[in-house]
């Protein structure tokens, strides 16, 4: 059982047990996490003070535009993760492909691959609002000691074996799940020490908020119309509130605390949806599932997409299990509507 005020560090050592094939290689992943984590941290903490906010002047792979702190925090992982030689591969959502981390001998006998999103919701930086850090972990599937392959990181999202966020806020969090159950750790600042706050973190099983861009409502498919409908009607404990941040850690975050759903759909404007499944989907997934929340694509489990590229993008929806459900059913019928009506249309 999680002990309040315990440190990440004692923490990690008490779980050990929790993988006996590991040699302590996760536990000391997760302390290159960490370590960087507080780096960023200081440097977000900065913003304002020093030239570290505003546009870097290039776009990434996703054809964004890259900001000073998106640059900064993909850098200071990277360093982190291949300096301790704790990783054989690194993929990233701003690098085009993905890392092979060589070592210094030449070979390297690590297990584990990182994927992660350096900096999640880096438009809100020059606004003082919270931004985050996610992370998945997936042991290669590729013979130990050989280069790293693309399919090393292109497995499904329940292959994880840990995955978490980190998330810059009025206090800074590290919250993450190695498949058994998710905790939250509060970083103290004076002594530069993380201490468990948010021990077993679990979302409400119903909830009355709900997460989207409303402004791309006319965008947005059918049975996404039909829900946010719903969620708007007087009857029962709705009309539900609607909370949306623009950085997709925070959204989730204050969902799994208070009770609500996280949507981005798909759209006219994104027809294969906006969030990448490795980077943003599969990890915050797994973790919703380990919180006791549901995580789709609006149809379907999203653990349980293959995926077939590195920069992937799917529709996404995620929060407390009863209000995923009712988003899906209503997905459903405007499914089975729209099918019934192209039939109808085609025996004309």
Request: charged fraction near 20%; aromatic fraction near 10%; charge should be negative.
């Amino acid at each position: 059982m999680p002990k309040p005020n315990q440190t990440l560090g004692e923490f990690i050592i008490e779980n050990q047990a929790d993988f006996p094939g590991s040699s302590g290689e996760l536990s000391r992943l997760i302390n290159s996490l960490r370590l960087a984590a507080k780096v960023v941290n200081h440097e977000v903490n900065k913003a304002g003070l020093v030239d570290i906010i505003g546009a870097y002047g290039e776009t990434n792979v996703q054809g964004e535009d890259q900001q000073k702190l998106d640059v900064y925090a993909n850098n200071k992982f990277i360093q982190t993760l291949t300096n301790r030689e704790i990783v054989c591969g690194i993929a990233s959502e701003e690098n085009d492909d993905f890392i092979q981390i060589k070592g210094h001998k030449g070979d390297n006998q690590n297990k584990y691959v990182v994927l992660m999103d350096p900096l999640d919701g880096s438009s809100n930086i020059d606004v003082n609002v919270s931004v985050g850090t996610i992370f998945s972990i997936y042991q290669r599937v590729t013979p130990v000691g050989t280069p790293v392959q693309i399919e090393d990181f292109l497995q499904p999202g329940n292959k994880q074996v840990a995955a978490g966020y980190i998330i810059y806020g009025t206090s800074t969090m590290l919250v993450y799940t190695t498949g058994h159950g998710v905790n939250g750790f509060t970083l103290n600042p004076a002594l530069g020490s993380w201490y468990l706050s948010h021990p077993d973190m679990q979302f409400p099983e119903d909830g009355q908020i709900y997460s989207i861009n409303e402004g791309n409502y006319v965008h947005f498919p059918q049975g996404v119309k039909d829900y946010i409908k719903w969620c708007q009607q007087e009857e029962g404990n709705r009309p539900y509130t609607s909370r949306y941040i623009g950085s997709m850690v925070s959204d989730i975050h204050r969902n799994m605390i208070k009770g609500g759903i996280f949507m981005y759909p798909k759209s006219s404007k994104a027809s294969d949806g906006k969030l990448r499944l490795l980077y943003e989907c599969n990890p915050m997934a797994f973790l919703t599932e380990q919180a006791g929340g549901k995580a789709s694509d609006g149809f379907k489990r999203i653990l349980d997409i293959k995926p077939t590229e590195l920069h992937q993008r799917v529709p996404f929806f995620c929060g407390s299990r009863k209000m995923v459900e009712k988003a899906e059913e209503f997905m459903a019928k405007a499914e089975t509507r729209d099918q019934s009506q192209s039939i109808s249309f085609s025996s004309k």
